[in-house]
């Protein structure tokens, strides 16, 4: 069964330095989100993509955060300046189309720590 | 706007024993809604989903019932077993993206 993979699984870093989470989609999937989990708290949306576009963002992806599909298959969130407090689990999630009704599928994970 | 309660737990069980997770919602319009699972070290899993009103999700021996008229939908199982300890979220999309709720976490004991 297709899933969808991120990279790495664990990403330490220190405060201010810029990291680049990867998502790889399910084939043929076009609706592309993602979310993060503080420790021990709820999954928050971020954002979604869709045509390499932005289409929906939340409060907390503010101009630290942003979000491309460089080569066509890889979905990637770039933090330009990390924070202690962007230190979470971060999910990358597709879908086939964008309706309501649409399953989306989420990739295991990528947890980000913050030093 | 859209918002999702549930039952934060954590919820102990004894093996074969009867699971219910409350799971209310706020809405605008006509959300799908979902229950997703977590396991312990692992990403987010759908679990089951239903799309309109008076629809019942089925999975795995779990199912929920769109109630429209109490906006819930409530989280059985008949018989747990210790291989379904994880953490449960509830989970509504009324646009392109989720509103989870807070989680529970269900702990079953053999």
């Known amino acids: 069964e297709p899933e969808v993979t991120q990279t790495p699984s664990h990403q330490v870093t220190q405060m201010g330095q810029e990291v680049i989470l990867r998502c790889v989609p399910i084939?043929?999937?076009?609706?592309f989100y993602w979310y993060r989990q503080i420790l021990g708290q709820k999954v928050e949306f971020l954002v979604s993509?869709?045509?390499?576009?932005?289409?929906?963002k939340s409060e907390i992806f503010d101009d630290q955060f942003s979000v491309e599909r460089p080569d066509g298959s890889n979905f990637t969130l770039k933090i330009r300046s990390t924070k202690l407090e962007d230190s979470a689990m971060y999910f990358c999630?597709?879908?086939?189309?964008?309706?309501?009704?649409?399953?989306?599928?989420f990739g295991p994970g990528t947890r980000l720590t913050v030093l | 706007g859209n918002s999702v309660t549930q039952m934060e737990g954590p919820v102990t069980l004894s093996e074969e024993a009867f699971l219910t997770i409350n799971c209310t919602y706020t809405a605008t319009g006509y959300p799908s809604l979902f229950w997703y699972v977590q396991y312990p070290g692992e990403g987010l899993q759908l679990l089951l989903k239903a799309t309109k009103a008076d629809d019942k999700g089925s999975n795995k021996g779990f199912e929920a019932t769109y109630r429209k008229e109490t906006t819930s939908f409530h989280l059985e199982k008949g018989s747990v077993q210790v291989s379904d300890s994880a953490v449960y979220f509830c989970?509504?999309?009324?646009?392109?993206?989720?509103?989870f709720g807070p989680g529970t976490r269900l702990s079953v004991l053999p």
């Open positions: 084939s043929n999937h076009l609706y």
């Open positions: 989970a509504l999309r009324g646009g392109q993206n989720f509103v």
């Open positions: 993509f869709y045509n390499n576009e932005i289409s929906e």
């Open positions: 999630a597709t879908g086939r189309i964008g309706s309501s009704t649409d399953t989306q599928y």
